[in-house]
């Protein structure tokens, strides 16, 4: 079993920037890639980026050249840097672990990131 608590969310004026984190528990050594989802009302939950246990990444082109996500792996942490931020942006972010064997996703409890016009 792997646990997941983000922390960092809040409310933010457009161009502002937020600091998201994701610390993990627990059977750790299962994880491989770790990456933070999120939803926005009515809509469904979209990637937002992604960080293999090697460091490569993967990001929405909603988000390139805005959010950074970077990933401890001593610490078993990922964070997600999000500047230049948009009201689009808001939504509730999840932190989210994918366990190579036997194959499944842990997720965090959300956090909320408003941005205001």
């Known amino acids: 079993q792997v646990q997941l608590v983000e922390s960092g969310g809040g409310l933010v004026q457009a161009g502002g920037s937020l600091r998201l984190s994701c610390a993990a528990s627990g059977s750790t050594f299962r994880i491989n890639d770790m990456g933070w989802y999120r939803q926005a009302p009515g809509k469904q939950r979209e990637l937002v980026a992604a960080?293999?246990?090697?460091?490569?990444?993967n990001y929405a082109d909603s988000v390139k050249g805005r959010f950074t996500i970077s990933r401890d792996n001593a610490e078993n942490t990922v964070h997600l840097q999000m500047n230049s931020l948009k009201p689009e942006d808001t939504a509730v972010y999840y932190c989210n672990a994918e366990q190579t064997f036997p194959k499944y996703y842990y997720w965090g409890q959300g956090t909320q990131v408003t941005v205001s016009s």
């Open positions: 960080i293999s246990r090697g460091g490569s990444t």
